[in-house]
């Protein structure tokens, strides 16, 4: 019962989640973050099984850092997201496998290219200029497709977000109260205000 979202600009990716703990019919909390920064350009989100999520993304960002010191330079986003696809893929078939879904935002620094990957628990991957993951996103896909353009720029990508949370707010039986909202670009990871959608919708 999570919801995340990307959107990819010419010059930024900005990742949206949903900050609920949920299992089954139990809600823990409502303030978890599942937003990881796995390094200085490079941005995860997911949705799927709490724990799961917790291990991979951790295991991720732990083994990505060490590629840093071992090297001396940042992972590429592209190998990364290889890496992280092939890490899915090989859970899938071992005695546990993990029941997650990824979004990937980073910005790679040498070619100066935003760049949003999609990836599921089978450990399929595509680039997407705009993807979500999530009973929601079957509401925020068609406004995204209708709204996104290729120069979208971050304050017009905020305005589409908060099209599709007051979707999920008038459609979708969970409760969604707060959303995690970040953006990757040349200067690296930044946190935009939380959204409450009680407070209402807010802009950037």
Do not use: W
């Amino acid at each position: 019962m999570d919801f995340c979202i990307g959107i990819r600009g010419n010059d930024f990716v900005l990742l949206c989640e949903d900050m609920n703990a949920a299992q089954s019919i139990m809600l823990h909390k409502q303030d978890h973050e599942k937003m990881l920064d796995l390094n200085d350009h490079l941005l995860m989100t997911r949705t799927g099984n709490l724990g799961d999520g917790v291990q991979c993304a951790e295991f991720l960002q732990k083994n990505i850092q060490l590629y840093q010191i071992r090297n001396g330079y940042e992972m590429r986003s592209s190998a990364a997201a290889h890496y992280i696809r092939k890490y899915l893929a090989d859970t899938l078939r071992s005695r546990e496998p993990l029941e997650v879904n990824l979004l990937l935002g980073a910005y790679d620094v040498i070619s100066n290219t935003p760049q949003l990957y999609y990836m599921d628990y089978l450990g399929s991957m595509a680039t997407a200029p705009f993807c979500a993951h999530g009973y929601g996103a079957m509401f925020a896909t068609s406004i995204l497709d209708m709204y996104y353009h290729p120069g979208i720029s971050v304050d017009e990508a905020i305005g589409i977000l908060n099209k599709c949370i007051k979707e999920l707010k008038k459609r979708l039986i969970i409760n969604f109260s707060k959303f995690n909202v970040k953006v990757v670009d040349k200067d690296g990871i930044h946190k935009l205000p939380t959204i409450s959608v009680e407070d209402g919708i807010h802009t950037h």
